[in-house]
Nanobody, 123 residues
């Protein structure tokens, strides 16, 4: 069972940048798609971005042009670079992966999840 651990969260000012990392252990990342979801206080979890094993990407419309998802397969690590952050980006960000190389926004298709990392964007 692959385990995912996020890091890189913290407090950032609006307009600033933050890079999240997702390290996989306990197995290979090979063939997995990886995604990022977030959950703001009092709100439903929502899809942010995903990337296939070979690098095809898919984004939530509101983050296109500001967020970039990437991965380093030999290092079993994925990343989410977030630029021009807005206060509404305050949330717990979760890394997720699935063995089907699925990059859609349906959370139930992802079968491995991290514990999440808090990102707080101050105005």
């Amino acid at each position: 069972q692959v385990q995912l651990v996020e890091s890189g969260g913290g407090l950032v000012q609006a307009g600033g940048s933050q890079r999240l990392s997702c390290a996989a252990s306990g197995g290979t990342f090979s063939g997995f798609a990886m995604g990022w979801f977030r959950q703001a206080p009092g709100k439903e979890q929502e899809f942010v971005a995903a990337i296939t094993w070979r690098g095809y990407t898919y984004y939530k419309d509101s983050v296109k042009g500001r967020f970039t998802i990437s991965r380093d397969n030999p290092k079993n690590t994925g990343y989410l670079q977030m630029n021009s952050l807005k206060p509404e980006g305050t949330a717990v960000y979760y890394c997720a992966a699935n063995t089907a190389d699925y990059v859609g926004d349906y959370a139930k298709r992802y079968n491995n999840w991290g514990q999440g990392t808090q990102v707080t964007v101050s105005s």
